[in-house]
Each structure stands twice: as C-alpha cells, then as structure tokens.
C-alpha cells in the first residue's frame, strides 16, 4: 500500500505527458486518470481535458465535480467547463458557487469559469 501512496507523482507525471499527446488518442486515458486514487492526479487529469475546451465533455465535468471528494479536482472541473465556450453551463456555474469549501474555492472556480463564459 505504502508503494501505491509514494507512485502518486508517477502517475501525475504520466497524465502531464499524456496532456501532450494528440487528444483523441489521450483521452480515454485521461478520463480513467480522473478517477485516480490521489487527488493530484485526478487534478492534473481534468485539467488536461479541460485544456481541450471540448464541449462535448461538459457532462463529464459535471460528473466529476457531482461526485469527487477532493474540493481541488472539484474545482477544476468547474474550471474545465467555463472553457468549454458553451455559455448555457453559466446557471450550473452560478448554483455550484453556493457549494461551501475550504477557502472558498469552489465558489472561485464558479464564478472566474461563470465570467468567462459570459463574455
């Protein structure tokens, strides 16, 4: 178990390279990568996709934001949907930022994603 704790950054370092690759090719990948044990893995997963600004993921990301625990993969992916360009996510963006976290980051992620949509 100790081994699978300490391979976290491995991992991460894995889903970073695959961020590079051609997207439809990393992307089952960086969807499994998503439900990562370590946080930061699942992190560095959703913001590879969202980096695609794929509006086609958008429900994706609202699944991820619906049902990890981690209020930083959770964030990310409220970042990843304000990239999506697709400007009907802006009153989940607005509700999401009602959801309390740590130092507000859910609700930061919310709206700077929220404001971009909406320019």
């Known amino acids: 178990m100790r081994q699978e704790r300490s391979l976290w950054a491995v991992r991460r370092a894995a889903v970073e390279a695959l ?3 051609p997207r439809p090719a990393a992307e089952g990948a960086l969807k499994q990568a998503c439900r990562d044990s370590h946080s930061s893995v699942r992190t560095a997963a959703v913001q590879a996709l ?3 600004k794929d509006r086609r993921l958008a429900a994706f990301y ?3 934001f619906g049902k990890d625990k ?3 993969v959770r964030a ?3 970042r990843a949907l304000g990239l999506t360009d697709d400007a009907s996510l802006v ?3 607005r509700e999401s930022a009602a959801v309390p976290s740590h130092q507000n980051m859910i609700k930061r992620a919310a ?3 929220a404001e971009r949509l909406e320019k």
């Open 62 to 64: 609202k699944d991820v």
């Open 111 to 113: 709206d700077e994603a």
């Open 50 to 52: 969202g980096a695609s």
């Open 76 to 78: 990310e992916a409220l």
């Open 91 to 93: 009153p989940f963006l």
């Open 19 to 21: 961020a590079r690759a």
């Open 70 to 72: 981690s209020v930083r």
